[in-house]
């Protein structure tokens, strides 16, 4: 074992971004939904104009994630996360100053230049790129803690809210970001830079090299960016509907918002029971299994139903919306751990950044778009059109990665 295989230099690696990651996730990202309502109330703008501020920062994260794909790759990992927080967290601090909503939406279609390089796809490219076979470890331990940035944000925005109001709640948020994800950032990534030194690179076409855009040529990107793109629209419609998915069910309010909020629990949950496993079993086959417990869950969604806001759900009914919580939030969390490592195994480690870059784009415009496609298909025919939509997109995904993994082995890429 050499040193940079050691576990205390794997912990040097992985703490540090661990803990950098859920405050970037907390401070950049959940900020918006922990703070919608205050926004609304305060600002007196819809939350129509709010949201439509939220999915121009997912669309231009979108179409920038191949840059930062393409910087990465070209050994400028540590200046693309470190330099991506400094620029959310000075931009936070510029919109406890917003008066009007063209400065709100300008500011946050800047924030999703800032969320392409400082959350998962950069980091997990680096750890792709650096990390040799210790990469799924690393992912499955950041994407652990920083699952909880969640359960940091909401709480902490509603109490400062209540101290400092929602404008010095922005600017704590982005001193946080400033102050401790930054510094723990530089030094995570420059470990990670150090370990990458001394390992040998591993999977295939290790060495290509050609270009990244000939990878847009071959049929396992485009099958793989469909596979994905079902799971970020499946969830996306699913989380953004859920209140009113349940009140249409007749699940109770009180039970319906405690349902939601235990989706973010599930996800540490589902990569807890992903730890246990990840020694007995390959990541495709449990990248496989996150489509299986992705349709069980809207099965038990669709039968959930038969309940009215008047009669309320029976206790049959409200225990299918647990095993819907459960294996929706489990799946949905291991998908975090699986992305990068399947395009990894599939695809190689070179060029990972860009090629993981332009698969975001399909994955985050899918997150950006589902509200949208989840509203106009409920206007056509109810929200039993939008269960029974999102159980055939994750009956499409299953289809399209088997394909992807058969087209792999074809081309000797898997």
């Not at 997990?124 to 990469?135: I, K, N, S, V, Y």
Request: aromatic residues 8%.
């Amino acid at each position: 074992m050499t040193a940079a295989d050691s576990p205390a230099a794997f912990r040097r690696v992985v703490w540090p971004l661990a803990v950098g990651q859920t405050i970037v996730w907390a401070g950049l990202y959940y900020v918006f939904p922990a703070l919608i309502l205050v926004w609304e109330r305060d600002l007196g703008w819809s939350k129509t104009e709010l949201s439509t501020a939220f999915t121009g920062s997912l669309v231009v994260s979108a179409l920038m994630a191949s840059v930062m794909g393409h910087l990465i790759d070209r050994g400028h990992g540590r200046r693309v996360l470190v330099g991506s927080a400094v620029l959310g967290a000075g931009l936070m601090a510029l919109l406890s100053q917003v008066t009007a909503l063209w400065q709100f939406l300008a500011l946050w279609a800047a924030l999703g230049v800032a969320l392409s390089g400082s959350l998962y796809e950069p980091c997990f490219a680096l750890l792709t790129r650096t990390m040799g076979a210790q990469a799924r470890r690393a992912i499955t331990r950041v994407t652990l803690v920083a699952g909880l940035a969640g359960t940091v944000s909401f709480p902490s925005a509603h109490a400062l809210v209540d101290l400092v109001g929602w404008r010095g709640t922005t600017l704590v948020f982005a001193a946080a970001v400033l102050l401790v994800s930054v510094p723990l950032t530089w030094y995570g990534a420059g470990r990670a830079l150090a370990y990458g030194a001394r390992a040998e690179p591993a999977g295939p076409h290790a060495h290509d090299p050609r270009p990244a855009r000939h990878l847009l040529a071959t049929p396992v990107f485009w099958l793989l960016a469909l596979a994905f793109m079902t799971l970020s629209i499946n969830h996306g419609m699913l989380l953004t509907h859920l209140l009113p998915i349940l009140d249409d069910r007749g699940v109770g309010r009180d039970a319906a918002v405690f349902a939601a909020s235990m989706i973010g629990p599930m996800q540490v949950a589902g990569r807890l029971a992903m730890i246990l496993a990840e020694r007995r079993l390959p990541m495709l086959a449990i990248a496989r299994g996150i489509y299986v417990v992705t349709i069980l869950a809207t099965v038990c969604l669709w039968l959930a139903g038969g309940g009215s806001a008047a009669t309320g759900a029976t206790a049959g009914a409200l225990g299918l919306v647990v095993a819907f919580v459960v294996l929706q939030g489990s799946g949905w969390g291991i998908t975090s751990i699986a992305r990068p490592v399947v395009v990894a195994e599939l695809m190689g480690r070179t060029h990972f950044g860009a090629v993981s870059g332009m698969l975001a784009v399909s994955f985050v415009g899918g997150s950006a778009a589902a509200p949208t496609i989840a509203a106009l298909l409920r206007d056509a025919g109810g929200y039993d059109r939008v269960i029974t939509t999102v159980m055939g997109l994750a009956v499409v995904g299953f289809i399209a990665l088997a394909l992807a993994a058969r087209a792999a082995r074809a081309r000797g890429m898997g």
